[in-house]
C-alpha cells in the first residue's frame, strides 16, 4: 500500500512540474522570449523525447525567433 501511495505521489509531482515547465517555456515563447524558449524546449524533448507537444513548440519558438531576427536586419 505503502510503495504505490508513494508512486502515485512521485508520479503527481512529476506531472505537475513537467506541465508547469512547458507552459513556462510556452509563455516565454509567446512573450517573445525565444532564447531562453528555446533552452527550456531543448532540455524537456531530451528529458521526454516522445513529447509531440514539446517538440510543436519547440519548433514554434525556432521559427518565430528566426522571423524576428530576420525583420529587425
Known sequence: MKTTTLFFAI????????????TEAIKKTNNERY??????????????????TAYYYFGVSYRDWETDRKSTR
Open 11 to 22: 508520479m503527481f509531482i512529476f506531472g505537475h512540474s513537467y506541465s508547469q515547465t512547458v
Open 35 to 52: 532564447p531562453e524558449a528555446i533552452r527550456d524546449f531543448k532540455l524537456i524533448v531530451s528529458q521526454m523525447p516522445n513529447d509531440g
